[in-house]
């Protein structure tokens, strides 16, 4: 009875000091939908807090002393961006130096690979070809001179000279061709292979170096915003330190605690309107994301979680971590309710409240706007459970009532479905 009069004598106030003003303004063009009468569950009022959907608490893989440390508490940051720089000088000076014994061993593998060149088979050719000329010339000139010798016509030392002489001859031949073949046929495969682990080896020792730079380097793990700083430039971390913190607000839960008698009624994916005292022009829309099983054994309350997307601007998030939540979950078996778009509902003031357009006789496209006090409840879809002065098949404003006053004249533009789907907003969402 309190609350009914309390909301009367707002109402009264509204209508009084709106007086001077409407009577200086013309009927303003809106657009309506009819109140409707449906069967919804009941719902029940649930105090909870806003937390984000994603929380890291970065520490540093390595030990370190920090050289840059670019972000503040309340920075925005992006994916992969760095939160903090450790010193890497000496790091950096091995990794040249190893790199450069990559290249070596990576163009000794390539030379080994690509085998003999042209003009070096050319010249083991040429080599060859001249070994074999005097190989045979020393043949010709032993079998000369052994045919001398039979007739007694040369000495022994003589024909001794000849005999080595077209021995050494035929295995310097022997020895050009086999250089020969060996140009021909290239590198064994067993050398390649050696240089390929050569290489492989000397490969994995530079990742490990440039992964000690990398781990040197802390990042952000996703979009969030920077919520702890615990460290600073020139301070030393040890590994597993921690470095700062980072929330993700892109879209936020907001837990509250069920009675277990309660429980049974909610369901995933279930859609819950969410009232935060700290923003009360908005009524916030979430589904049911998660139900934890696991009650509060002294308390018997479940936690449950509403998912609701954010909003985000320039100056931030609209929605905080931390923030008091409102949440009014369907607990209770079905009832008839009046529902309204939630585009007609007008916050900012004692209590929200929605413009009824009152006709004159015969005439369905111009009336006044009475404003009426209501409480809600429950919301589906683009629908919101309303309690008030009101009955079902009333034209209620849903376009055009941002700046309206009580007792307006109104021009019915346009009649929308009760679930009309609200105009687009440009929002920025880039942090």
């Known amino acids: 009875m309190r609350i009914a009069t309390g909301l009367a004598a707002t109402a009264a106030v509204l209508i009084f000091s709106s007086q001077t003003a409407r009577a200086q303004r013309g009927p303003a063009a809106v ?8 069967e919804v569950a009941s719902g029940q009022t649930f105090v909870g807090t806003v937390h984000p959907i ?42 040249t130096a ?64 000849v005999v080595s002489e077209s021995i050494r001859a035929d295995e310097m031949y022997q020895e050009a061709l086999a250089a020969y073949n060996l140009t021909v046929e290239g590198p064994r495969q067993e050398k ?13 020792l530079v990742d490990t170096l440039a992964s000690k730079v990398v781990k040197h380097t802390i990042k952000s793990p996703f979009n969030g915003y920077v919520v702890a ?33 309660h429980i049974p009624h909610v369901r995933l994916d ?3 309107r969410v009232e935060v005292p700290a923003i009360p022009d908005q009524v916030f829309t979430g589904k049911v994301a998660l139900i934890v099983p696991q009650a509060d054994v002294r308390a018997r309350t479940f936690p449950v979680k509403v998912r609701i997307k954010n909003t985000i601007t320039d100056d931030g998030p609209l929605l905080k971590s931390g923030m008091l939540a409102r949440a009014v979950l369907p607990t209770g078996a079905k009832q008839s309710a009046l529902l309204v778009s939630k585009d007609a509902l007008v916050l900012g003031g004692p209590s929200p409240m929605i413009y009824v357009v009152d006709h004159g006789e015969g005439d369905q496209k111009q009336g006044k706007a009475r404003a009426v006090p209501v409480r809600v409840g429950v919301s589906e879809g683009r629908l919101i459970q309303v309690m008030g002065d009101l009955e079902p098949g009333q034209q209620v404003v849903i376009r ?32």
């Open 31 to 38: 657009s309506v939908a009819e109140i409707i009468q449906k």
């Open 54 to 95: 994603k929380r890291s608490v970065i520490g540093s893989a390595v030990g370190g002393r920090v050289a840059e440390f670019p972000v503040n508490e309340g920075d925005y940051v992006k994916q992969d961006q760095p939160l903090a720089q450790l010193l890497t000088n000496t790091i950096n000076l091995e990794l």
């Open 98 to 161: 190893e790199e450069a014994e990559l290249d070596l061993r990576r163009y000794e593998l390539n030379e080994l690979k690509n085998g003999s060149r042209p003009d070096e088979i050319k010249r083991a050719k040429a080599l060859m070809l001249a070994a074999k000329a005097e190989s045979e010339y020393q043949t010709k000139r032993r079998k000369r001179l052994e045919s001398l010798y039979a007739r007694k016509a040369v000495n022994d030392d003589d024909i001794q000279q």
């Open 192 to 204: 390649i292979d050696q240089a390929t682990a050569r290489k492989d080896m000397q490969k994995a």
């Open 229 to 261: 700083e615990h460290t600073e430039v020139g301070q030393w971390v040890n590994s597993g330190e921690l470095v700062a913190e980072v929330i993700a607000l892109d879209q936020v839960d907001v837990t509250v605690q069920v009675l277990e008698n």
């Open 270 to 272: 279930m859609e819950v």
């Open 400 to 431: 055009g009532n941002e700046r309206l006053l009580p007792g307006q004249d109104v021009v019915v533009k346009e009649i929308l479905p009760p679930d009309a789907e609200p105009q687009a907003k440009a929002i920025n969402t880039n942090g």
